[in-house]
């Protein structure tokens, strides 16, 4: 069964740092997004993203913030100078068009 | 824009009993309302949804109905399992262009044996 997978599973960064969180959606899908859920929290949306561009995001997602898909499988989100709020675990997803969006099993990001 | 309230924040029940988690939602533009399971340490899984055209939808013990005048919607989970202990998450969404969802807090289910 195909699957969203992402790297690394946990990363822990010195505040101010720059991190990249990597995910390879499913292959056919074309929506592509990121989600961020704080420990204990709820699961929140960050960005989405279609035919190469950005195209919803949130109050969260700053100028700290970018996304890209640099190759035709590759979805990455670059947070540019992390800081101690930013720890949490990040979930990529992806669906073909509407419907059902199927998350990966996520990277922890730990913020010193 | 939408905000969606979910209840109770963590439910025990014992092994066979059911189980019922509640969720309110504000866009009445809403129209795909997902559930979604997770359990530690892991993603979200879809488990079931249902559209705003149709009222009630079951997928073997579990069940979700939609009120849209009352915008609420409910996951029923029957017989349940010991195996069913998890947090599950509702959501909206109005699936245009995609679908960004809007998450409830979340329902820590135990099921006690």
């Known amino acids: 069964e195909p699957e969203v997978t992402q790297t690394p599973s946990h990363q822990v960064t010195q505040m101010g740092q720059e991190v990249i969180l990597r995910c390879v959606p499913i292959s056919n899908h074309l929506y592509f997004y990121w989600y961020r859920q704080i420990l204990g929290q709820k699961v929140e949306f960050l960005v989405s993203f279609y035919n190469n561009e950005i195209s919803e995001k949130s109050e969260i997602f700053d100028d700290q913030f970018s996304v890209e898909r640099p190759d035709g499988s590759n979805f990455t989100l670059k947070i540019r100078s992390t800081k101690l709020e930013d720890s949490a675990m990040y979930f990529c997803a992806s669906n073909r068009n509407t419907g059902e969006l199927f998350f990966g099993e996520g990277s922890r990001l730990t913020v010193l | 824009g939408e905000n969606v309230e979910q209840h109770p924040s963590t439910l025990s029940v014992q092994e066979g009993d059911s189980a019922v988690i509640k969720c309110t939602y504000s866009d009445s533009a809403s129209n795909y309302f997902p559930w979604y399971k997770q359990e530690l340490g892991k993603g979200p899984q879809l488990i079931i949804d249902i559209r705003s055209n149709v009222g009630e939808k079951k997928d073997q013990r579990i069940a979700v109905t939609l009120n849209k005048t009352a915008k609420h919607f409910s996951l029923h989970i029957t017989e349940t399992q010991p195996e069913d202990s998890a947090v599950y998450f509702c959501?909206?969404?109005?699936?245009?262009?995609?679908?960004?969802?809007?998450f409830g807090a979340g329902t820590i289910l135990r099921v006690k044996s």
């Open positions: 959501a909206a969404s109005k699936m245009e262009y995609g679908n960004k969802l809007v």
